[in-house]
């Protein structure tokens, strides 16, 4: 049964054969896709962690980092994601770790699309998160690579995961169009800063094989 906490719904799922502390994994979900994205884990081999999948989000709102004016009169609702990460970490994860009964190994927070985006932003506001993939991540988001290149992280992470589908750039829409050259930019930029980074391109487009891809880089970041 889903955990509700501050008004967000939490799955918790564990694989685990050993006794001793085992890493936790925050995934932000669309549409519950959590327990699809932890079998997928296990599938490709992944162990001894537990993901915690957080759904029932105001998308465009908690996972973004300012408005965007300039897309639609930022009529998406973008801009709360400050507001969210409060949220996080002073009631959603002490919550999901009281849950557990132990201290996680470390923390990775992992996500697809918008939630990748956030994903790297929450590194830059509290130092939970040790380890982030962000998974065909939003990296179009107006501001973001300058944000990154002007801005150091809570803590430097102890790695970085970055994937994109080849043909997500290949679109009609200017505000999306960017999103190849901004995650490589975003790559070179951690790279620069002794950050290990990893990026990798998938075939297809945006909403090709988004649970396959999410496991993939849950797995990376747990090694």
């Known amino acids: 049964m889903p955990l509700t906490i501050s008004g967000k719904t939490v799955e918790i799922f564990t694989k685990t054969d050993s006794d ?19 079998e997928k884990c296990v599938e490709l081999g992944c162990e001894n962690f537990t993901l915690a999948a ?6 465009n709102h908690d996972l973004s980092p ?9 009529k ?6 400050d507001e969210y990460i409060k949220k996080l970490t002073n009631e959603i994860i002490p919550e999901i770790r ?5 201290e996680p190994e470390f923390t990775a927070i992992a996500g697809y699309s918008l939630a990748g985006l956030f994903a790297l932003y929450a590194a830059y506001r509290t130092d939970i998160f040790s380890r982030i993939a962000s998974v065909s991540g939003s990296l179009w988001f107006p501001g973001f690579t300058g944000f990154a290149e002007t801005n150091k992280f809570a803590k430097t992470p102890d790695l970085i995961y970055l ?15 960017p999103v190849r050259g901004n995650t490589e930019k975003l790559a070179e930029i951690y790279k620069s800063q ?11 487009n945006h909403f090709t094989e988004t649970i396959l891809r999410t496991a993939k880089g849950i797995k990376r970041v747990l090694k």
């Open 98 to 102: 009281a849950k557990l009964g132990f």
């Open 54 to 59: 957080i759904g029932n989000l105001d998308w």
């Open 20 to 38: 001793r502390k085992i890493p936790l994994v925050i995934l932000h979900t669309f549409q519950g896709e959590g327990k699809e994205v932890f």
């Open 163 to 177: 994937s994109l589908g080849e043909a997500e750039s290949k679109t009609r829409d200017k505000n999306l169009a």
């Open 194 to 204: 002794n950050i290990p980074t990893i990026f990798e391109l998938n075939p297809g």
């Open 76 to 81: 998406y609702g973008f801009g709360g994601a």
């Open 66 to 74: 300012w408005p965007t004016p300039n897309i639609g009169n930022n």
